[in-house]
């Protein structure tokens, strides 16, 4: 693939260069210090949970689900973190092609594999709060290793021709992406070939993938939420609503950033071209230090096991 920069139609280069938060480079840089904090709490909070739920035995199968989300956090993280970090500091903008479509690769698919395990286990939670004699048979250890080669699969298969489609277009004359990350649409834009299939075939796996894991996130809670509204025992409603909460509130946490950032780049001419590149950056990385935070927080047995964890580290 040729690609040329954009002073020059004759020198070939072998990279982009991310032109992250050009308008607002003074705030690139106070930017910087709370988004390192947010990838080292993000970094050792998702590692003391996969340990935890490593060395706690007793632990349900589902558990195994939310290492998983983990390891998916610990890597869009280091995929997209360092990198903007050391253009803030560094002002290291350059990325070669194979990275810059390694890193979409990763962060298309990577991204859909959180919204399918969110599905997932939203399905877990309908089966406990709705089928609850059932809930041993139904959510085991098969179900987990099937469930887990189902997000794996659909999600590396179906996000593939992403990257695919935009490396084997012709890039002449611009090499300057106006994103701290190697987005599909940023990077596509730049070519000199028409992105008619690019832009189709990333609207219709979006929508395809995210939309239909929150249709069926948005039935399993209407399903249990109707199943709470017929129990008439004292508290039951409480306690039922609580065990559905932590995952609850880290579907907002996805869903919320990720409707802002949609939001932003609908309304891109009211407001400034670096705000939904910040959102985008954010939503790498807010979700990741927040998810194991609250399963840490609102789940017992994963407060005791990171508990046992810290008194075995001090002793």
Known sequence: MAAYQNDTSSAEVSDFLLNCLVRSPHWRLWLSLPLSLLFLLAMGANITLLITIRMEASLHPVYYLLSLLSLLDIVICL????????????????????????????????????????????????????????????INDQFVSKAAIFILARNILFPMPIPILSARLLYCGKNVIENCICANMSVSRLSCDDVTVNRLYQFAAGWTLL??????????????????????AEGAVAKALSTCGSHFILILFFSTILLVFVLTHVAKKKVSPDVPVLLNVLHHVIPAALNPIVYGVRTQEIKQGIQRLLKKGWS
């Open 79 to 138: 995929t997209v973190i360092p990198k903007v970090l050391a253009i803030s500091w560094f002002d290291r903008k350059s990325i070669n092609f194979s990275a810059c479509f390694l890193q979409m690769f990763i962060m298309n698919s990577f991204f859909a594999m959180e919204s399918c395990t969110f599905m997932v286990m939203a399905f877990d939670r309908y089966v406990a709060i709705c089928h609850p004699l059932r809930y041993p048979s139904i």
């Open 211 to 232: 939309g239909s894991d929150l249709v069926l996130i948005f039935l399993s809670y209407t399903f249990i939420l109707r199943a709470v509204l017929r129990l008439k």
